[in-house]
């Protein structure tokens, strides 16, 4: 029994750590106790004092490390503690003159870290094997392999025929329904044009890519086996004969699973910033006042 209880609190333990909430009071806590241990107390050093630690002198040799690919010599690393000290201390001198008041840049250089820092607490508990499951259960469109096309194109050019173009494009479709599938000579019955006119298995992406989105949607919905038209694109009119239309090709969560877990990572970080932006936000009242010549009122701020 006793075991038994004890599995039972471990599993509650383990379900609660990967909570969003939690993560939130993980967060807070973390805030809040950075900000009491630089705030002002008997405990802090003089300000007439500047010690460099060894964890800032290994932290300072091993980013020299990554850039340089070998250790700094003796000479380079008094160096580079020498231009940590004057960093240091250009760094106190600035804050006691109020050089961070006012500043955009070292505004958003301070949102942008504690957005990095709620980010690496979302990624901080990886999505189980059950969660992997049911979110690639409920994108599995996204990652199936995509349809393939294979059709044949006559263009017809605006420019060249003018008015007569969509009364030429209904000639030549009639005389192409009449010949049949697609020839080597079909392209002969309408205008020269600067891409090929047989497309073999090109997906939608890729259509679109060549013709335009309007075009490829409209492809997609033609019946293969018989020519259509006129379709247009932005370099003119078409008509188009689809040979050939595969489906879809389901994939199993064990061929896309680095790239499911990339999406259910970047979906729970994206969940997990919104959610403490919004705590964040009800604890203020945020107002826009009228300014010279405006008419607006002051409104109250939501989210973003």
Known sequence: MKRRTSRTLRDRFVAAAREPLVHFLMLGALIYGVASVAAPGTDEPPEDRITVTAGEIDWITSSWEKRWS??????????????????????????????????????????????????????????????????????????????????????????????????????????????????????????????????????????????????????????????HGPVLSGYGVHLVYVSDRSDPVPVQLADVRDDVLRDLEDQRRRTFEADYYEALRERYEVVIEDGPGQDYAAVEVGGP
């Not at 380079?76 to 001198?93: K, N, P």
């Not at 600035?94 to 958003?108: K, S, V, Y």
């Not at 508990?125 to 049911?134: D, F, G």
């Not at 690639?136 to 469109?141: C, G, L, P, R």
């Open 70 to 227: 070998r250790p700094p010599t003796p000479q380079e690393r008094q160096g580079l503690i020498d231009e940590f000290v004057r960093e240091t201390i250009y760094y106190r001198a600035a804050l006691a003159m109020g050089l961070d008041r006012d500043d955009t840049i070292i505004r958003r250089r301070l949102a942008q870290k504690l957005e990095f820092l709620t980010q690496d607490l979302a990624a901080s508990v990886p999505p189980t094997p059950e969660e992997l499951r049911a979110f690639f259960a409920e994108h599995a469109d996204r990652y199936a392999l995509p349809a393939f096309t294979t059709f044949t194109h006559v263009f017809v050019d605006p420019d060249a025929r003018e008015e007569r173009t969509l009364e030429d494009a209904e000639r030549i479709v009639a005389e192409l329904r009449a010949q049949g599938p697609p020839t080597e000579r079909s392209a002969d019955l309408g205008d020269r044009f600067m891409l090929q006119a047989y497309n073999p298995e090109r997906t939608q992406q890729e259509i679109a890519k060549l013709f335009g989105a309007g075009f490829a949607d409209e492809v997609a919905g033609l019946e293969p086996g018989r020519w």
